[in-house]
């Protein structure tokens, strides 16, 4: 058979075996529970509130090209070399404000309990006090350090709404980290951490200037219904590597 017969039945079915997507499903015991919280503070936004979606992008590396890049130009995409020296790394604390789109972050050394802490008294500073905040987190331990809690506890206009586990895509800050990654990360090169923050700084100013909000349309049903697809699927596969797993004895915000 030629290649041109493959390329043929290819395209007449629609088949790219050369592109492949990644996912994984949830299999938190509390799944339905976080899924309805957390879509039902996107499409009926509390009154009165600020909804944050908060995350850190952890390990962003500052990646110096052995050699210069070539531009774009037609009929030819960027290039970049495969290889590389590392500078160090940085850690960038976002949150997404989702009615306005803009971004308020702040990049650190290390991504600790104490690194959150500072990232949580800048956006009490960020807002009028009389303002609730409802922040989308994911369940990362630094989350539900015992510092953490105690410093939320004596700060209760602070409200979490945590995302069902292996589940960043409900978190729409996740959206915003791939524009940085694309636009200002993934074909930079720099020489220093301080060059790669710079970058981030200058990318968040940029976005901010002008900023895009991301709109959630999705509802529970039909989220459920394209699970409830992919998970007969699986069981196809491997019968019971879809069922939940043992709720384990871990801090869990109420």
């Not at 509130?49 to 070539?70: M, N």
């Not at 009389?130 to 990362?140: E, G, R, S």
């Not at 990360?185 to 710079?198: K, P, T, Y």
Request: glycine share 4%; hydrophobic share 35%; aromatic share 10%.
């Amino acid at each position: 058979m030629s290649k041109n017969t493959v390329h043929r039945i290819w395209q007449e079915h629609r088949l790219q075996p050369h592109r492949t997507t990644t996912f994984k499903l949830s299999r938190d015991p509390r799944f339905l529970e976080k899924l309805t919280d957390v879509v039902g503070v996107y499409l009926t936004p509390p009154q009165n509130a600020v909804v944050l979606c908060v995350d850190e992008k952890s390990q962003i590396q500052a990646l110096d090209r052995t050699q210069p890049g070539l531009p774009l130009k037609p009929g030819r995409c960027g290039t970049f070399t495969h290889d590389y020296k590392r500078h160090g790394t940085t850690t960038l604390f976002a949150a997404l404000h989702m009615v306005e789109g803009r971004v308020i972050g702040a990049c650190y050394p290390r991504h600790r309990h104490q690194e959150f802490l500072r990232f949580l008294r800048r956006l009490d500073d960020e807002f009028p006090a009389a303002m609730a905040l409802h922040l989308i987190l994911d369940n990362y331990g630094t989350h539900g350090h015992e510092r953490v809690r105690r410093w939320l506890a004596k700060h209760p206009r602070f409200v979490l709404h945590f995302i069902p586990t292996s589940s960043s895509w409900l978190n729409l800050v996740e959206r915003w980290f791939g524009e940085l990654t694309q636009k200002a990360v993934r074909r930079g090169s720099f020489h220093s951490v301080a060059d790669l923050e710079q970058a981030i700084e200058q990318f968040m100013d940029a976005w901010n200037a002008n900023p895009a909000p991301f709109v959630w349309t999705a509802t529970v049903e039909a989220i459920l219904k394209k699970l409830a697809r992919c998970r007969r699927r699986l069981e196809q596969l491997q019968p019971g590597c879809t069922n939940p797993k043992s709720r384990k004895a871990a801090k869990i915000y109420e």
